[in-house]
Every structure is written in structure tokens, then in C-alpha cells.
């Protein structure tokens, strides 16, 4: 069974960092792009950041720019968004996804293929 989990979401003060990790199992993502994107109450899920297969290219979103870092570790089958001087709005349910084939938009939710069950993280001011 082909998965990805998430962890390391919580409940944070405005300012503060966490790292989210998103392992996957039951099939390598080494030649998979993969990307994070969350979903607040009420709003429909929006692209944080991407990464292609070997690293090479990264995406963000304009809202997370410079706050947010996406990296990968291929021999753990698993990436990271590391997030820095949090706020408030960045509060939301954070989701990692895989796909299977390269050269699609990574920014684009309908590329993916594989989904995580999702992480909340909150940020109170």
C-alpha cells in the first residue's frame, strides 16, 4: 500500500519554526515530484512549495517566499517543509503529495497522485 504521512505539525506562537516531514512507503518517490500545499476553514487548498525529483528546482508561493524551505532526502523517501517566522494566516491543515510523472505543473494540485491524510498546524498570535 502506497502511502505518505505526515508529522510534525502543532500548535505554535507567532514567529516561531517547525519542520513538517512527509515519509512515504510501500513505493520509492525518489523520481517523483512532490509538493505541499494546505487548506485553511472555509478556503479551498492552495500550493505552498515544490520540489522536482533530484532537487534541482524548487517552487513557492509568493505568501511563503523566504519563510519557507522545501528539501527532499531521497534515501529516507521523505521531504521536508521547513517553516520560519510563522504567522497567524499560514494556520492550516498542511498536506504532502507525490506524482508520478515528471515534467507537470508542480504548483498545480491536479498533478498529483498521491495524497497524505494531512497535518495541522496553528498559529496563535
Known amino acids: 500500500q502506497v502511502q505518505l504521512v505526515e508529522s510534525g505539525g502543532g500548535l505554535v506562537q507567532t514567529g516561531s519554526s517547525l519542520r513538517l516531514s512527509c515519509a512515504g512507503s510501500?513505493?520509492?518517490?525518489?523520481?517523483?515530484?512532490m509538493g505541499w500545499f494546505r487548506q485553511a476553514p472555509g478556503k479551498e487548498r492552495e500550493f505552498v512549495a515544490a520540489?522536482?525529483?533530484?532537487?534541482?528546482?524548487?517552487y513557492d508561493a509568493d505568501s511563503v517566499k523566504a519563510r519557507f524551505t522545501i528539501s527532499r532526502d531521497n534515501t529516507k523517501n521523505t521531504v521536508y517543509l521547513q517553516m520560519s517566522t510563522l504567522k497567524p494566516e499560514d494556520t492550516a491543515v498542511y498536506y504532502c503529495?507525490?506524482?508520478?510523472?515528471?515534467?507537470?505543473?508542480?504548483?498545480?494540485?491536479?498533478?498529483?497522485?498521491?495524497w497524505g491524510q494531512g497535518t495541522q498546524v496553528t498559529v496563535s498570535s
Open positions: 520540489i522536482t525529483w533530484s532537487g534541482s528546482r524548487r
Open positions: 503529495a507525490a506524482t508520478l510523472f515528471q515534467g507537470g505543473d508542480l504548483t498545480n494540485p491536479l498533478t498529483y497522485d498521491y
Open positions: 510501500g513505493r520509492t518517490f525518489s523520481n517523483s515530484g
